[in-house]
């Protein structure tokens, strides 16, 4: 037969037990959200520093099939898929030229509209299929995402071994 002492013990030793097991479950949570919001903010600065570069070259070329090859060089460039030139991707990466060229586009005319036509038989040029560079960075991202099984600017990652430090 159990004391009523015995009983106090199990009872509090019960209450401990749950609130460690409470304790792991808040913790876990806020290690998820705080990996959730490192995430965030490395693709935000990602993104921005893919597509402040795509639009700083279209701002410098005003011939816009230039524009838009040099924006794409230089993405897959930072992202270590290219060295000189589209040519050296493969066909796989075709559907991802027909994603980002549209945004390489709009970043082009954005930067340089074209004049106001003088005479109403001048028709004007196509406006850009993509309104939203950034909305549609993010789409490309979400497609990415979902053919490949991880987020686009995760191959912006790039291991680096460790290496000595050396003392002279």
Known sequence: MTS??????????????????????????VEAQLKEAERARAFAWRRLSALADMARIAALEPDRDLAVERQLVALFREIGWVEDG???????????????????????AACHPAPPADDASTAPADPPAVSDPIAAFRAFEAWYEAERGQ??????????????VVEF
């Open 86 to 108: 589209l040519g050296e991707l493969g066909d796989g990466a075709r559907p991802l030229l027909d994603w980002l060229r549209p945004i390489a586009e709009s970043l082009h």
């Open 151 to 164: 987020p686009f600017l995760q191959v912006f990652e790039r291991y680096m071994p460790p290496t000595p």
């Open 4 to 29: 009523a002492t015995d009983t106090l013990i199990a009872r509090l030793q019960a209450d401990c037990t749950a609130a460690e097991a409470a304790e792991r479950a808040v913790r876990a949570q």
